[in-house]
C-alpha cells in the first residue's frame, strides 16, 4: 500500500527566512501525482503546489517550490521569504495517475505545523 | 463561482442523535470524499464515491453512512452507533476522467460537529 510520511510534526522559522518541509512516500508505481496542501487555522484546505511524476523538473509557485527526487521517493516544500500568513499545517499527499491504480483516493501525510516568528 | 459548499459549518447535537452534513458541488466532478480530522491530526477517510448511485468505505466507515442520488451531492450521516463524533468533517471532490484530471482534490470548508 502506499504512504506518505512526514517527519516532522512541527518546524518554526523567522519571517522572511527560508524554511524546508520534508516528505516521503513510497509507492511501486512510476506514474502519479504529488501535492502541497496548505491548511490555516480557518481549516479550508488549499493546494499550494503540484508535481506530476513524470515531469522531471520541480515545479515553482512563486514562493513556494519543491525538491522532487523520484528515485529516493522524496517531495520536499522549500517556503522562501516565509510570511507571518505561512502560518499553517501542511500536508504532502499522493495520488496515482489511474484508477486502476488507485487513484480515486489521496494519501495524506500527518502534516507539518509550520509557525512563522516575527 | 464553482466550488464545494458544506452546511452547516458549525453543528451541536446531543448523544445518540443521528446528524446529516451537506456536501454539494457544482463543478461536475465525479468523485466525492469525506474525511475526518481530529484536532492537531491528519485526515481520515471515512467514505467516498466515484460515481452516482455507488460509494466504498474508507478507513474509518464505522458508525457513519452516506449517500450518492445525484452527481452534485454526497451527504454524510454521523450515526448514534458512532462512539465519538466530535470532529471537523471536510467534503472534497475531484475529476476522475484522464485528460480533465488535474490531480488535486477540491475542499469544502469543511463542518464542525460537536456533539454534548
Known amino acids: 500500500a502506499q504512504t506518505v510520511t512526514q517527519s516532522q510534526p512541527e518546524m518554526s522559522v523567522q519571517e522572511a527566512e527560508t524554511v524546508t518541509l520534508s516528505c516521503t512516500y513510497d509507492t511501486s508505481e512510476s506514474d502519479y501525482y504529488l501535492f502541497w496542501y496548505k491548511q490555516p487555522p480557518s481549516r479550508q484546505m488549499i493546494l499550494v503546489i503540484r508535481?506530476?511524476?513524470?515531469?522531471?523538473q520541480n515545479a515553482t509557485e512563486n514562493r513556494f517550490s519543491v525538491n522532487f527526487q523520484k528515485a529516493a521517493k522524496s517531495f520536499s516544500l522549500k517556503i522562501s521569504d516565509s510570511q507571518l500568513g505561512d502560518a499553517a499545517m501542511y500536508f504532502c499527499?499522493?495520488?496515482?495517475?489511474?484508477?486502476?491504480?488507485?487513484?480515486?483516493?489521496?494519501?495524506f501525510g500527518q502534516g507539518t505545523r509550520l509557525t512563522i516568528n516575527p | 463561482d464553482g466550488g464545494i459548499t458544506q452546511s452547516p459549518k458549525y453543528l451541536f447535537r446531543k448523544e445518540g442523535q443521528n446528524v446529516t452534513l451537506s456536501c454539494e458541488q457544482n463543478l461536475n466532478h465525479d468523485a466525492m470524499y469525506w474525511y475526518r480530522q481530529d484536532p492537531g491530526q491528519g485526515l481520515r477517510l471515512i467514505y467516498y464515491?466515484?460515481?452516482?448511485?455507488?460509494?466504498q468505505k474508507g478507513d474509518i466507515a464505522e458508525g457513519y453512512s452516506v449517500s450518492r442520488e445525484k452527481k452534485e451531492s454526497f451527504p454524510l450521516t454521523v450515526t448514534s452507533a458512532q462512539k465519538n463524533p466530535t470532529a471537523f468533517y471536510l467534503c472534497a471532490s475531484t475529476k476522475l476522467t484522464s485528460g480533465e484530471n488535474t490531480g488535486e482534490l477540491f475542499f469544502g470548508e469543511g463542518s464542525r460537529l460537536t456533539v454534548l
Open positions: 464515491s466515484q460515481i452516482v448511485n455507488d460509494f
Open positions: 508535481q506530476e511524476a513524470y515531469k522531471q
Open positions: 499527499a499522493y495520488r496515482p495517475l489511474y484508477i486502476i491504480q488507485g487513484a480515486q483516493k489521496l494519501v
